[in-house]
């Protein structure tokens, strides 16, 4: 008997894990109601929707983007934990963005925390870093280790003219992510790790696919993910009303089949819009 309890546990062991940019969550320029600030805090009825939005994706494990530092992550977290979101595992990745940073919260304890700040890529003849790095995090499962690697790509805007949206420098950045989880990973037939986050490029763009396969290959899978109106857009460019889906959650071959019906889903409950200008990416895993 108590080896079938104990099987039924391990069968029934899930973990639910969401990336989410949180946008500006910590000083930026910004409009407020009064007008044109700048280094002005992400309005308060902001945080409280993307309080709602953290409390309604219920995850496990969450990756953010666009942290303030880690007196904003601190914040969250004690905001979160007074309406009864315990996220008691923390770690925010300093990489070479002063202002945006990766971050993740966890229910679950952190078997193993590694920031890579110094991943370099050529552009243009010369070299340069990933901007805001790539935060890896293993999990210990009654099945084996678990790693997510949380990142966030170089935004379109630029100011090279020959590198329009910058998407040379972004497939640069994921040439090297890719290569640094390959470092980690080389037979990713025989791993079991997610790559998750702000990529800031579709599906069919070069960084995604530089972080899908690396020649014959094949790194992780694309997991497909909508709303439940159907709807695959995860970033509103407001000024334009426009909507693309820029946030992925990649799962390695070696762990493809625990992944929950075979896809991701992206949340799309109405707060969502006035929390950020991003909506959450959610995967459950069964493993």
């Known amino acids: 008997m108590i080896l079938l309890a104990l099987a039924a546990a391990l069968q029934a062991e899930t973990l639910t894990v969401a990336t989410y ?16 600030r700048k280094d002005y805090p992400k309005p308060e009825v902001e945080k409280q929707a993307l309080r709602a939005v953290i409390r309604g994706l219920d995850a496990d494990v969450l990756v953010l983007q666009e942290v303030g530092g880690q007196a904003y992550l601190d914040e969250l977290r004690r905001d979160l934990e007074n ?12 990489g070479n963005d002063p202002d945006r940073h990766v971050a993740v919260l966890s229910r679950r304890p ?34 084996g280790d678990l790693t997510l690697f949380g990142l966030h790509l170089k ?7 020959d590198d329009p949206l910058s998407a ?21 037939t025989d791993a079991r790790f997610l790559i998750l986050g702000d990529c800031n490029d579709g599906k069919t763009g070069k960084a995604v696919q530089r972080l899908l396969r690396r ?28 909507y693309s889906r820029v946030d992925h959650i990649l799962v390695s071959p070696g762990l493809s089949a625990s992944v929950r019906g075979g896809v991701a889903h992206i ?21």
Request: hydrophobic share 40%.
């Open 21 to 36: 940019n949180v946008e500006n969550y910590g000083s930026a320029n910004r409009m407020t109601e009064a007008g044109y």
């Open 83 to 94: 309406e009864g979101m315990d996220y008691p595992q923390a770690s925010l990745l300093e």
């Open 110 to 143: 952190f078997k193993a925390v590694m920031p890579h700040t110094a991943l370099e890529f050529s552009y243009f003849g010369g070299k340069e870093l990933v901007k805001r790095g790539l935060l890896e995090v293993t999990f210990a499962t009654a099945t």
């Open 155 to 161: 935004s379109r805007f630029t100011d090279r003219p």
């Open 168 to 188: 040379v420098r972004r497939a640069g950045e994921a040439t090297a992510i890719r290569d640094a989880v390959l470092a980690r990973f080389p037979d990713p």
């Open 215 to 242: 020649g014959k290959t094949e790194v992780a899978k694309l997991l497909p993910a909508a709303d439940a109106r159907g709807e695959t857009w995860t970033h509103a460019y407001r000024k334009e009303e426009t």
């Open 267 to 287: 949340y799309g409950a109405a707060e969502a819009m006035g929390a950020s200008d991003h909506r959450p990416v959610v995967v459950t895993l069964e493993l």
